[in-house]
């Protein structure tokens, strides 16, 4: 069984201009690593124009669409570190960006790790901080387990 989080999955000091790019690069990311089909990009970018993957406390979370579902070859997670944010139309810019892909029903329990993750301000710093992908890493899975 596929990792759902390696450290192929994590970017680290990433600089990107526009959520759309940013989305793009969370999904390229899973799609690189085998977890998604190329597809599932433009069913994230269908999935932000209904409404935003933003979660606030300086986390977005990029998804498919329900339709996208079929795209997903393993659950997986990709961590991108934006330490300078990306607006996602919210006036708070995004600096830890999870893009996730779930097989089945499996996205919905890792968005509640990571909501659980990222509801503690101090949590989001931390990641944003991170200077290794293993620190990164160690936080995710020291906080979801």
């Known amino acids: 069984m596929k990792s759902i989080l390696t450290e192929e999955n994590i970017l680290l000091n990433q600089t ?11 999904g ?4 690189q690593n085998g977890y998604v089909n190329e597809n599932y990009i433009e069913k994230m970018l269908e999935r932000e124009e209904v409404s935003t993957t933003y979660m606030g406390n300086g986390v977005a979370i990029p998804h498919g669409t329900e339709e996208g579902k079929k795209e997903v070859q393993a659950s997986g997670i990709s961590i991108i570190q934006v330490p300078n944010g990306v607006e996602f139309g919210s006036g ?4 830890i960006l999870f ?3 779930g097989k089945n029903d499996e996205h919905l329990e890792l968005l509640s790790k990571i909501a659980i993750l990222c ?4 949590n989001v710093a931390r990641l944003v901080a991170a200077e290794t ?3 990164l ?9």
């Open 137 to 145: 890493m160690a936080l995710f899975e020291e906080e979801v387990n």
């Open 16 to 26: 990107v201009n526009t959520k759309e790019e940013a989305i793009k690069l969370t």
């Open 119 to 122: 509801s503690d301000e101090e």
């Open 99 to 101: 893009g996730i892909a």
């Open 133 to 135: 992908k293993e620190e």
């Open 28 to 31: 390229s990311v899973l799609v």
């Open 92 to 95: 708070e810019p995004a600096r």
